[in-house]
Every structure is written in C-alpha cells, then in structure tokens.
T-cell receptor, first 112, second 112 residues
Framework: AQTVTQSQPEMSVQEAETVTLSCTYDTSESDYYLFWYKQPPSRQMILVIRQEAYKQQNATENRFSVNFQKAAKSFSLKISDSQLGDAAMYFCASVSGNQFYFGTGTSLTVIP | ETGVTQSPTHLIKTRGQQVTLRCSSQSGHNTVSWYQQALGQGPQFIFQYYREEENGRGNFPPRFSGLQFPNYSSELNVNALELDDSALYLC???????????FGQGTRLTVV
C-alpha cells in the first residue's frame, strides 16, 4: 500500500501572491503517477496537475506547477498569482496499479 | 467540465435499506473507480471496474457491490445501509494506464 501525507491542514495566501502546498508519499513501486486535485465546496474533484514518476521535468499548468523530488518522495504544488477562485481543499494523490491513494487535504484560503 | 456525471446528487436513506448510485464515464475511458469520502477526510478506494470486470477492491465489506456496463458506465450498490455509510461517493473515470482521470461531482448519501 502507499501512503500520502499532507502536513498542512490549512494554508492562507494573499490574492496575487504565491503559495506552496506540501505533499510527501511513500511507495515501493517504480512506476506510479502523482496528482493534485482541487475540491471546492461544490464537491467535484477537479484535476489541477499530473506528474509521471519517470519524468524528471516538473509538470506545469498555467499558474500551477509542481516541485517533484523523487528521491525525497516529495511532490509540492506551487500556485502563483493566487486568485479568489483558487480557494478550495487541495488533495495530493498517488496512483499505482488500480487505485488512488489520497492525502487528508489542505484547505486553502485566499485573502482579498 | 468533464463528461463524468453522477446521479443522484443527494440521497437520504433509512438504515437497513439498499441504495444504487450511478456514474457515466468520460467518452473514451474504459475504467471506473468508486471512492467513499467521509466528512473532512480524503477519498477511500472502494473498487475499480475495467471492461465490465472488477479489477481490485479496497477494504469495504461485500455489501458494497458494483457493475460496469458495455458503455463503461457504472453502478455502486450498497445493501443493508448503516449510519457510517453516510458520506460523499465519488466515481472516477479513467484510462487503465491513468493518462487521464476525471471525477464526477459526487453523490451525497445520508443514512438516518
């Protein structure tokens, strides 16, 4: 089994500033994927960014980027130019085989 | 917006009853997975269906069962409902190789 740890239950950021959400994972698999999902109060899990473990290059999607440190089993999410719409619960997840393993989430507040 | 839709969005059932939740998969995806998300927690894996066969199961009792249809849509059935089954139920539609994975908006089940 894999475990995913998000050590920051809550984070806040000023609008237009940058924030980094932390995630560590533990796996014995050599082939796996890592994801960040956003879950607003509407409940739907929205894909933010995806990273293949075999790729050294960090994934980037517009204002969202990751810092993937494979040896350290770390997968942090950086949100640049934070917007009010970024306020949500953020879940880090690893995938190997047939299932997601989710962390407990980080609640992000964006301060106007 | 993804093409993954779940129905119903909300449901209230009485302890001991049975419930069926439905999920339509994204076009082109052949895999559907179901997750249970208790309040304030990350989603927990129930099971996965791939090409109409169960392809892995989490730590849930047999009263949680499922189906996948030829069009890759899926059902989650829960028998003999218990109060602890109250949760948000999410389905995830994906390729088996996880190149894409999208969630539906969830079904909020309340057992009274």
């Amino acid at each position: 089994a894999q475990t995913v740890t998000q050590s920051q239950p809550e984070m806040s950021v000023q609008e237009a500033e940058t924030v980094t959400l932390s995630c560590t994972y533990d796996t014995s698999e050599s082939d796996y994927y890592l994801f960040w999902y956003k879950q607003p109060p509407s409940r739907q899990m929205i894909l933010v960014i995806r990273q293949e473990a075999y790729k050294q290059q960090n994934a980037t999607e517009n204002r969202f980027s990751v810092n993937f440190q494979k040896a350290a089993k770390s997968f942090s999410l950086k949100i640049s130019d934070s917007q009010l719409g970024d306020a949500a619960m953020y879940f880090c997840a690893s995938v190997s085989g047939n299932q997601f393993y989710f962390g407990t989430g980080t609640s992000l507040t964006v301060i106007p | 917006e993804t093409g993954v839709t779940q129905s119903p969005t909300h449901l209230i059932k009485t302890r001991g009853q049975q419930v069926t939740l439905r999920c339509s998969s994204q076009s082109g995806h052949n895999t559907v997975s179901w997750y249970q998300q208790a309040l304030g927690q990350g989603p927990q894996f129930i099971f996965q269906y791939y090409r109409e066969e169960e392809n892995g199961r989490g730590n849930f009792p047999p009263r949680f069962s499922g189906l996948q249809f030829p069009n890759y849509s899926s059902e989650l059935n829960v028998n003999a409902l218990e109060l602890d089954d109250s949760a948000l139920y999410l389905c995830a539609s994906s390729h088996i190789d996880w190149t894409e994975a999208f969630f539906g908006q969830g079904t909020r089940l309340t057992v009274v």
